[in-house]
C-alpha cells in the first residue's frame, strides 16, 4: 500500500469513447503531473474530435488548451478547469470551471462560468443540445434566427447537478448574449423584423428578451418577452412602438 508516490509524462492521441448521455473526445494530447494528494493535466497542440452524438449529432474536429487541475479535499475529489479554451465549427469557448465530487453523494456539485467569443446564427444551429432541448424550442430558435450575430455570450452554472435542470431553484443556469440580427422572426406566420438588437437571458426552463427592431416599416421596443418554459408556454411578446401602429395590428391580431 503506497502512501507517497508521484508520476509525470505526457500522452499522445489520448481518448474516451461517449457513453450515454455524456460525450467522448479522441485524439488530444498532453503533459501529467501526479501524486496521491491530486495533479494537474495541461494540454498540448493536438486536433482532438468531440463526439458527442446523442446531442450534437457528428463529431467536431476541433482544438483544446489549457489545464486540469484535482485534488483531494477530505474524502472528497475536485476537479478544476483553468482557462481552457475549445474551438471547433465556428465556436470559440473560453471556460473556468470546478466540479466536487463527494464520498457520501451520487450527484457531484458544479461551477461553471464560460465566455464564447462573437459566432453567427449558422454556428449557433450546429450546437443546439439536442438531448435536453426540446423540439419545440429547437424548432423556434431555428426558425427565429434567420441572419445576424451572437455577441457578449457568456453561461453561468452553479449547483447540484442530481437537481439540474433546477427547476426548483436548488441552481442557478444563466446563458445570456446579445443578438445582433439582421432578419429575425418572433412568429412562423410573421413577416421579418430588421435590425434587432435583442438582450436575452435563458434561464434554464425558458427564456427572456427585451430589445429594439424595426417592424414593418416601424421602430418598435420589445419589453420583456419571452417563453416561461420551453416544454409547456407559449411565446409572449410585449411590443410598444410611437408610430404607424395601424400597420402592425393585423399581424399582431393572429
Given at each position: 500500500?503506497?502512501?507517497q508516490w508521484s508520476?509525470?509524462?505526457y500522452g499522445k492521441q489520448l481518448g474516451f469513447s461517449p457513453v450515454g448521455n455524456a460525450p467522448g473526445m479522441q485524439d488530444f494530447s498532453?503533459?501529467?503531473n501526479?501524486?496521491?494528494?491530486g495533479g494537474t493535466f495541461r494540454f498540448l497542440k493536438s486536433k482532438p474530435v468531440l463526439d458527442w452524438p446523442v446531442s450534437l449529432g457528428k463529431p467536431i474536429p476541433?482544438?483544446?488548451a489549457g489545464q486540469l487541475v484535482w485534488w483531494k479535499s477530505g474524502p472528497d475529489w475536485v476537479l478544476a478547469a483553468r482557462d481552457l479554451n475549445w474551438q471547433g465549427a465556428g465556436l470559440n469557448i473560453m471556460l473556468d470551471s470546478q466540479i466536487q465530487f463527494y464520498h457520501s453523494k451520487n450527484a457531484p456539485m458544479l461551477n461553471l462560468a464560460a465566455r464564447i467569443a462573437p459566432f453567427d446564427f449558422k454556428t449557433a444551429k450546429r450546437f443546439w443540445l439536442r438531448n435536453s432541448m426540446p423540439d419545440s424550442s429547437i424548432r423556434w430558435l431555428d426558425m427565429a434566427l434567420v441572419k445576424g450575430q451572437i455577441r457578449d455570450a457568456s453561461i453561468v452554472m452553479a449547483g447540484d447537478l442530481g437537481r439540474w435542470p433546477f427547476t426548483d431553484?436548488?441552481?442557478?443556469f444563466s446563458a445570456r448574449a446579445t443578438i445582433l440580427a439582421e432578419q429575425f422572426k418572433f412568429a412562423a406566420d410573421w413577416p421579418e423584423a430588421q435590425n434587432a438588437k435583442l438582450f436575452t437571458d435563458f434561464n434554464g426552463p425558458g427564456f427572456t428578451a427585451i430589445g429594439t427592431a424595426s417592424f414593418l416599416g416601424n421602430p418598435i421596443e420589445l419589453k420583456t418577452s419571452g417563453i416561461e418554459s420551453f416544454a409547456k408556454s407559449d411565446l409572449k411578446v410585449n411590443v410598444h412602438s410611437s408610430s404607424k401602429m395601424q400597420t402592425l395590428l393585423p399581424v399582431l391580431k393572429n
Open positions: 500500500d503506497l502512501k508520476a509525470s509524462g498532453g503533459a501529467f501526479v501524486d496521491q494528494q476541433s482544438t483544446l431553484k436548488a441552481g442557478r
